[in-house]
């Protein structure tokens, strides 16, 4: 059973870092793609970055495209968001998500979810 951990969330100002990890542990040798989401209070789950991870192909969303980064460290079953310039707007829970297949960005039927970690962003 394939799990997902987030880490490195945490507040910073407006225009600052962060980089969160999601770090996969049990039978990961299936796993085609992977997605970044964000939820924020009161809003929709968006998918914002998915990574093929064999060939690593990347995709955003328009709202963080040129900003976030995603990457995998295939030797430590991790993938990475590098996220910079933040905005207030970023502020969200995220959570990282294996994809049964994916198009394009868009992640089908996530089979496994990772608990979430908090990026909160001040002006």
């Known amino acids: 059973q394939v799990q997902l951990v987030e880490s490195g969330g945490g507040s910073v100002q407006s225009g600052g870092s962060l980089r969160l990890s999601c770090a996969a542990s049990g039978y990961t040798y299936s796993t085609n793609c992977m997605s970044w989401f964000r939820q924020a209070p009161g809003k929709e789950r968006e998918g914002i970055t998915t990574i093929y991870t064999g060939p690593g192909s990347t995709f955003y969303a328009d709202s963080v495209k040129g900003r976030f980064t995603i990457s995998q460290d295939n030797a430590k079953n991790t993938v990475y968001l590098q996220m910079n310039s933040l905005k207030p707007e970023d502020t969200a829970m995220y959570y990282c998500?294996?994809?049964?297949?994916?198009?394009?960005?868009?992640?089908?039927?996530?089979?496994?979810w990772g608990q979430g970690t908090q990026v909160t962003v001040s002006s």
């Open positions: 998500a294996i994809c049964t297949y994916c198009s394009g960005i868009h992640c089908v039927r996530p089979t496994t």
